[in-house]
């Protein structure tokens, strides 16, 4: 079945190391998406890819890296220098960016904790 | 500048009542699309529905139905005959260039 596979689905992090949260989908998709979810503040925008080997900054960049070496793949590393890291991240796709009627498929997220 | 606002962060009700969830949008876009998501408890948003700009009939689909009204830059969302299944985290969307503009989500809890 196609779909967008993220891992793992829990992640612990002491203070100060940096993590990183895996992407894969197998929907033939450029796009591809990360978002962060924390409690009453709905989904913002990580960082997002275009196509291979390209990627931009979303709204809240700031302590995040990501690498866009294949189409299927779009791993997301948390680092030290993110203040706040404990959150819900959301990875998602679609078919390409800038046009507007395509929808994003997400995965199931992953939810990191630092300790 | 573009803005999705959902106004009910939390809404309860008795199942099989009726429920509407707002959604007031902004955006100098002439043109553009509006979407609803679904977030169950597992934590995957589901695409439920999309709407142009051009086009503004009510869409039904089952127990769901839409009302879009550009008027009132509104893309309302109603369940009808509410089931426990349906208790949910609903996202209304606006994209603009190669980006979602999510809502806060409209949290629904469906008592048997």
């Known amino acids: 079945d196609g779909g967008i596979t993220q891992s793992p689905k829990y992640l612990f992090r002491k203070e100060g190391q940096n993590v990183t949260l895996s992407c894969e989908q197998n929907l033939n998709h450029d796009a591809m998406y990360w978002y962060r979810q924390d409690p009453g503040q709905g989904l913002r925008l990580i960082y997002y890819s275009q196509i291979v080997n390209d990627f931009q900054k979303g709204d809240i960049a700031e302590g995040y890296s990501v690498s866009r070496e294949k189409k299927e793949s779009f791993p997301l590393t948390v680092t030290s220098a993110q203040k706040n890291p404990t959150a819900f991240y959301l990875c998602?796709?679609?078919?390409?960016?800038?046009?507007?009627?395509?929808?994003?498929?997400f995965g199931p997220g992953t939810r990191l904790t630092v300790l | 500048a573009q803005k999705v606002t959902q106004a009910q962060t939390e809404i309860s009700v008795v199942e099989k009542e009726d429920v509407t969830l707002d959604c007031v949008y902004e955006?100098?876009?002439?043109?553009?699309?509006l979407f609803w998501y679904k977030q169950p408890p597992s934590g995957e948003l589901v695409f439920l529905i999309r709407r142009n700009s051009f086009d503004e009939q009510n869409e039904i689909s089952g127990r769901y139905s839409w009302n879009f009204q550009k008027s009132t830059s509104s893309f309302n969302f109603t369940i009808t005959a509410s089931q426990v299944v349906d208790s949910a985290v609903y996202f209304c969307?606006?994209?603009?260039?190669?980006?979602?503009?999510f809502g806060t989500g409209t949290s629904l809890t469906v008592i048997p």
């Open positions: 955006t100098r876009d002439t043109t553009y699309y």
């Open positions: 969307a606006l994209p603009t260039g190669n980006q979602f503009y």
């Open positions: 998602a796709s679609s078919k390409t960016a800038g046009a507007a009627y395509n929808e994003q498929f």
